[in-house]
């Protein structure tokens, strides 16, 4: 018989039945859910007098709509504070632990699961937010849902689920100094496009992956859903134990020893069969920026910008031309920039706020560039501040913040005005995503954003090396 | 699940909104998932690409008065890629959308959609284009989206459509919003959760 993929390993042991529709029934191990994609999914419970199956498997938090700097209640965004008492009141009523503003636990709900050892490899998880395919970095099947999912996962801690394909994504060889693992995801999605990963989970390895830390192969797999993939992976492996080991809910002592044989049982077999395999050179890629008004539309830093009618989808690079007024053929180089965020689920952990440190360190954000750094989570917060990060970040005029989603979505305070061009380390460049309609975003690693805020333009950061 | 529509066929006039890769956050800005329901999300479709800062109407096809009352939209290629917020399609259905036909669409879109007994059907780019510019010489163009039949017919024509199979049979059978179907099965869900050796924490 064939190998067999994680994937497919973890979709047969987590099988309920097939439904009539011809979907599967899919148990699901751990629910993560946040103040935004909630509230009618508990209404509709109430509705139908149902309780959640598995309360002891669901964890909430806030991030979304949290202020990052005056977080005293009640907020003054009175449609922030109405939402949040919301998701209180129903943590409350159903029985879910809850990781509120106090806790030493909140933040975003991508950080905060692998961080207190929720996410472990070989189980199912879901959560109300696309961005959960973060997950996927420790050999977990982790889906991102709707509204009308979470109530089902809430009412039956299963989803009705089609089976997805395979794409193996090997990134071979080696990344060069100053590329990150922000530029091997941007380059994955430039090359395969955002829809490209329709139909399929992405499963990423190889000698770049392989090599990579828990914090940049979470990086990789966030950003699996902007290349259209529901689902992305990492097999796991003595990276991925030795993170785990000692936190909060993870096994300990024999309990920990038969964890591992389990989460080594799960991972891809060597003679897997894929449906599809793609092979990328890591030292082909540069520092990467995105230019346009999707994750896909991006070039290396010594590149041009796109001529359109010699690009893929030539109505799609005019139309991003029209929102961010480049001109076809000019160097990203040098871009200005007026914000500076880093920070998100991609890009807001530790890992992330030392490569962005080690550039800010001893230099000064250029007058009048308005520079965020937004931790992850409070843990991500307290840890950067016990090695002097906020420090090296507030010397140099950043602006050091409390944990919380932010500018990448800014439904909280923080967001563009205007025309403003933001340096982001987040994860979509959608036209109005990060707070103003006519707001441009380049998407680009945190530490690049940092050298394009001391700067106030696009600058290579192989420089700062 | 009887209490459900049989989402059987979906007619009348159509909307074409052109462009590939159409996110989420187009379809509904962030700001209008403050609410703490869904029941005001049909004000909001496409906010910002109707209307400037000051609340003037901008040219957009949901602005066309000659499409008023489309109950099918016409799009192209990765409609509702970006984020899970079912306020997207749940914006789209209250404004009276009550079908999408489009080359392909993002995964948790065309999800989302189903469970809300929408259907998102696809076919090629020129049977799209054929269909959108029917729409743009006629917006009185009626036409009838067949789930069961996997067609849709306008005027002489008749078009033959694709939808995955599960998703077919939820909303020909009415059993799109699946909570129910789920919830029969609790039971054996327990068992497969037993199973796994993680839901006890490992221990031996």
Redesign the interface.
Known sequence: MAGRTLYDKIWESHTVCMLPTGQTQLFIGLHLIHEITTAPAFDMLREKGMDIAFPERTFATVDHIVPTDIRSRPFLDAEAEELTQALEKNVKQFGVEFFGLESANQGIVHVIGPQLGLTQPGMTLACGDSHTSTHGAFGTLAFGIGTSQVRDVLATQTLAMDKLKVRRINVNGALGIGVYAKDVILNIIRRLGVGGGKGFAYEYGGAVIDKMNMEERMTVCNMSIEGGALVGYVNPDATTFEYLKGRPHVPSGAAFVRAVVYWESIASDPDAQYDDIVNLDGKEIEPTVTWGINPGQAVGISEKLPIPEEYADPDGAKKAYEHMGWQPGAPILGTPINVAFIGSCTNGRLADLRAAAKIAKGRKVKAGIRALVVPGSAEVKKLAEQEGLDEIFTAAGFQWREAGCSMCLAMNPDKLSGREISASSSNRNFIGRQGSPQGRTLLMSPAMVAAAALNGKVVDVRDYQ | MSDIAKIIQVSGTAVPIR???I?T??II???Y??????ARMGEYPFF?ERFD?SGKLKPHPLNDPQYKGASILFVN??FG???????A?QALYRYGIHAIVGE?F???FA??CT??GVPTVTVSHEQVELMMKAVEQNPRTQFIVDIEKKTITFGEQRIVIDL???YR??LI?G?W???A???A??A??KK??S?????N????
Do not use: W
């Open positions: 462009g590939n890769d996110d956050d187009r800005p962030a700001r998932l403050k609410e703490v329901t869904f910002d800062a290629k990765n890629c970006g984020s899970s917020r079912e306020h399609p392909s993002a995964a948790i999800g989302n469970m809300m995955p199979e599960t049979s939820a059978s059993s919003d699946s909570t179907l789920l919830r099965n609790l054996q869900v497969t959760a199973q796994l050796p993680y839901m924490g490992f221990a031996g």
